[in-house]
């Protein structure tokens, strides 16, 4: 089967789920891939974290900052569903930098990628990812503005609205009235662009080698796996990612490193027209469609349903 036929068909299945999207599959040692609308931005939601935590370990490895620093953090109080860490927190509590690159990290608490804002702000990101050459990711606001959506304007049995208004609201140039879904205003990047980031972390790069290697084992300890994960995690290979996730958007980036030594990057940036919160089929459909192009790129084989 061509590559052609199986990204039409990739195209097609995340239509029957109701999801449109783009999706990057690349061979980190060939430079060889197959994907489909890979140059589209994407608001980032949660994956800003990722360049986040390489601006901040570059510092570190720079000697501008003590990974030991001890921060003083508020607490989030957030009582709504779907934020994790110190966003639930009811206290202060005090956390050493190199904890807070865990916690932003592998369990996305956008509390603590704040308090790592508040130290390496998000214009500086920008500058930072301008010096290691990764172009299309743009770092505009902090991981907070994430949680000030109209979803946390209504309860539990109306969020459904919420997300009625991001699928409905957004214009054909991707502007939106929700400014973290307009790609003019948020934090935003796209399928090639995650991958390119995703090739410098594994490879040799202009990344410092202790920065790569700290966030490649943040994003291997990922606490979020109900995504791509199932599709790509075995006895024989190893995934490593992030999620992100903002109402009808759902995203992940990662890197499967096959026991045999081949290592692919994976990126799948969505959005659904189904104005629901949970939507465990759109998220298996995503897996089943990035590992497809990930087996054809590798082996050949066709897809599953092919």
Known sequence: MSATTVVRQARDLLDEAG?????????????????????????????????????VLERIT??????????????????????????????????????LLY???????????DALFDLVPPDAVATELRRLRLD????????????????????????????????????????HPVAQLDVARAN??????FVDLLHALWRPSAIHPATAARVRALMGDNLHRQRLAPDFTSDASRWSAKTGTLL??????????????????????????VPAAAQPGSEATMAQVARSLHDHLRTGTPPWWG
């Open 136 to 175: 299309g990711i743009a770092v505009r606001h902090r991981a907070g503005a994430l949680a000030d959506t109209p979803a946390e304007r209504f309860g539990p049995d109306e969020v459904h609205l919420a997300h009625s208004l991001a699928i409905g609201a957004v214009t054909p140039g991707q502007g």
């Open 188 to 193: 935003t990047g796209s399928a090639r662009a």
């Open 19 to 55: 999801l449109h999207g783009a999706v990057l599959v690349r061979d980190l040692d060939t430079g060889a891939e197959i994907g489909f609308d890979t140059e589209i931005p994407y608001p980032a939601a949660s994956l800003v974290k990722v360049p986040l935590a390489v601006a």
């Open 248 to 273: 009808h958007l759902r995203h992940e980036v990662g890197v499967v490193d096959h026991a045999d030594g081949q290592s692919y990057a994976v990126a799948a940036l969505t959005a659904s027209r």
């Open 62 to 99: 720079r000697g501008e900052l003590d990974p030991a620093r001890a921060v003083d953090v508020r607490p989030g109080r957030i009582t709504a569903p779907g934020p994790t860490g110190l966003s639930r927190f009811r206290h202060p509590a005090r956390i050493a930098v190199d904890d």
């Open 103 to 113: 916690l932003s990290t592998s369990v996305s608490d956008s509390v603590a990628a």
